[in-house]
């Protein structure tokens, strides 16, 4: 029943910015961690930021200082704010969450994804 909808792709020059908005919605009693993925043409899925339910962030060493992560616990979303963007940040993004249940159990969604393209 949980739905992860992403939002905010698009394409942009290199040294722009986008921001991608994800929104969890259905059967959640809390959300413990959100994600956001990348994945590129012929590429891994690769872990991008993550921030947990007390705010604690972490990144991948390629996107340190130019992507900043949020959420907010009562609207159930995460943003990725993109800055200073390169070509080889284009891939398509997805949001990721571990939520509970009204059961305490602990459960692992994702979104659809959406496409960042950086090109000039």
């Known amino acids: 029943q949980v739905q992860l909808v992403e939002s905010g792709g698009g394409s942009v020059q290199p040294g722009g910015s986008l921001r991608l908005s994800c929104a969890a919605s259905?059967?959640?009693?809390?959300?413990?961690?959100m994600r956001w993925y990348r994945q590129a043409p012929g590429k891994e899925r690769d872990l991008v930021a993550i921030?947990?339910?007390?705010?604690?962030?972490n990144y991948a060493d390629s996107v340190k200082s130019r992507f900043t992560i949020s959420r907010d616990n009562a609207k159930n979303t995460v943003d990725l704010q993109m800055n200073s963007l390169q070509p080889e940040d284009t891939a398509v993004y997805y949001c990721?969450?571990?939520?509970?249940?009204?059961?305490?159990?602990?459960?692992?969604?994702w979104g659809l994804g959406t496409q960042v393209t950086v090109s000039s």
């Open positions: 259905g059967s959640i009693f809390s959300v413990d961690v």
């Open positions: 921030i947990t339910n007390s705010g604690s962030t």
């Open positions: 990721n969450v571990i939520y509970r249940n009204y059961r305490r159990q602990a459960y692992n969604s």
